[in-house]
């Protein structure tokens, strides 16, 4: 399997990505109409679930199918409750399966009683246990300053990419990247996109994830709805940045996923003829 560097680079076209939780099973994955680049599959383990290594833990089993059935896959590993045991018997296993991307997760919050690593930490750790083979990328904030700090320690102890949370304007996104490039940081950073349809949706997430969302995106839905919101901001990222590569928080809502990239490539369309 291609590392998420390789996937995501001198690509000439528009390329996606999709994050899927692991209530999710394969049988519904596997005839979506539009596939991605990858799929990232997401980890959030109670204290039980890693007590003793089980290949049948959810997350693993997705991941596994989806490297299986041939696809690329970026798995999330959480610092919450991990220990050195489950992490160096979770290494090989991922090896022998041949999954080489990692999202590490959830270190910000550190209990030495209840795990053995930072997310710095980690990445360390990973890496004088495997060397490069991972390809390793955490997550970026891009409303919160205090944490860039935190951020670069990350991308020193070998992170490879950034993959930033939700946002809902351009600006902020160019903003959060000019930020990285003051302070030394120069890996690859992939915008995350929220799938939603509705401001009820909407809303949801803003509450679970505790992220701005500007007057102007509320209006914006009213208008063209979330589907239209969503496809605008790709299309304004890919002219003022240049960005080619957008990672979606599908939240399995795989139909929604495929409709906002039809209307992206729908607009493009309408576009070029207009030229």
């Known amino acids: 399997m291609s590392k998420i560097t390789e996937l995501i680079s001198n690509s000439e076209k528009l390329s996606y990505s999709y994050e899927v939780t692991p209530s999710i099973t394969y049988e519904k994955i596997k005839d979506i109409d539009i596939l991605p680049r990858f799929f990232s599959v997401t980890w959030h383990p109670q204290e039980q679930d890693l ?29 919450s409750f991990m220990m050195k045991k489950y992490l160096h018997d979770l290494l090989k296993f ?42 390793i990328g955490v997550a970026g904030f891009l409303a919160d300053d205090e944490k ?5 320690a990350k991308v020193e102890s070998g992170a490879n990419f950034i993959l930033t949370q939700a946002f809902f304007q351009p600006i902020m996104f160019e903003n959060f990247v000019l930020q990285c490039h003051e302070i030394g940081i120069n890996i690859p950073i992939l915008p995350g996109l929220f799938v939603f349809e509705t401001k009820v949706q909407l809303n949801k997430f803003i509450s679970l994830c505790k992220i701005r969302v500007s007057e102007n995106t509320l209006v914006s839905i009213k208008k063209h709805s979330g589907i239209g919101t969503v496809a605008k901001l790709i299309l304004d990222l890919n002219k003022l940045s240049g960005i ?4 979606f928080f599908t939240i399995n809502k795989m139909d929604i996923t495929s409709k906002i990239i ?14």
């Not at 991941?63 to 896959?73: E, F, K, P, R, S």
């Open 51 to 79: 007590k003793s290594f089980n290949m049948g833990f959810a997350p693993l089993k997705l991941a596994t199918d989806l490297i299986t059935a041939g696809h690329n896959v970026l798995l999330h590993v959480s610092c």
């Open 94 to 135: 991922l090896q022998e399966m041949g999954i080489c991307n990692l999202l590490i997760i959830r270190g910000e919050n550190y209990d030495a009683t209840k795990s053995d690593f930072t997310s710095h930490e980690l990445i360390k750790y990973i890496r004088k246990l495997t060397g490069d083979y991972f390809c």
């Open 148 to 152: 860039l700090p935190h951020l670069k």
């Open 244 to 247: 080619k590569h957008f990672h």
């Open 262 to 275: 039809e209307c992206v490539n729908s607009n493009m369309i309408t576009n070029m003829n207009e030229v």
